[in-house]
């Protein structure tokens, strides 16, 4: 297969784009530097917040901003983009649709995984804009998964470890954190997928185990793939 160049559209947030850049690397079959997957990285902190948007608590669109930079990173080189934020993929019909190259879906991806591992009833951990759009549900479906939400009071404590933790630069609440899993696993979830890459940062802090399927790394593995190179041992 024939080896292609990766675009990722970070800044969303920015130390979740170093994390899948890590991870790209850390996961790629390579002996030396040139066995590594080529790409280039934007870190546009100015992408609006998703989140906000799609709630309805702010009128500025994330779409367009993350479109000029799809077109940025096609015209460098890219020819297979990936967007590392679950919450922008509530837009990902407009998005490859405005973009130059193929986007890879993070969220139908990691539902595959969620089935390929025999996954039946899946928890979905992710931001309040992710839960409302409903697109893990979807994926969900498309894949014969029975999605569980957390209640609306354990929501507002991931939102808490997603903004006023990972993205304020802090270690996740450990209590918090507690709640969250226990009230996950009450609910009778064989997977709990980490559905926003702040809470891919969380499973690395806290060294989780593959009870949580991460989707940031189902990401970068399915973007090491697409792009013809093969996955470390």
């Not at 409302?132 to 479906?141: E, G, I, R």
Request: glycine share 6%; charged share 25%; with cysteine.
């Amino acid at each position: 297969m024939e080896k292609k160049t990766l675009g990722i559209v970070g800044g969303v947030g920015p130390l979740a784009t170093m994390f899948i850049g890590e991870m790209i690397v850390r996961r790629t079959k390579a002996a030396k530097d040139q066995d590594h997957v080529n790409s280039i990285i934007t870190n546009n902190t100015r992408i609006p917040d998703r989140t906000a948007f799609i709630m309805g608590r702010s009128d500025d669109n994330p779409v367009p901003v993350m479109i000029d930079d799809m077109a940025k990173l096609s015209s460098i080189g890219a020819e297979i983009i990936i967007i590392p934020c679950n919450t922008a993929h509530t837009f990902y019909d407009e998005l490859q649709m405005g973009s130059p190259v193929p986007v890879i879906h993070m969220i139908r991806e990691t539902m595959k995984r969620a089935a390929q591992q025999g996954a039946v009833k899946v928890g979905v951990l992710a931001t309040t804009g992710t839960v409302t759009s409903k697109v893990y549900q979807q994926a969900a479906n498309e894949y014969g998964l029975e999605p569980v939400l957390p209640s609306p009071e354990i929501q507002e404590k991931v939102m808490s470890i997603i903004y006023d933790n990972v993205k304020a630069g802090k270690n996740a609440d450990k209590d918090t954190w507690r709640e969250i899993v226990n009230h996950m696993e009450n609910q009778g979830c064989d997977r709990v997928v980490l559905g926003c890459t702040e809470l891919s940062i969380v499973k690395k802090e806290m060294d989780l185990p593959d009870f949580y399927l991460d989707s940031l790394i189902v990401l970068a593995e399915t973007a090491i793939l697409s792009c013809g190179y093969e996955l470390a041992e």
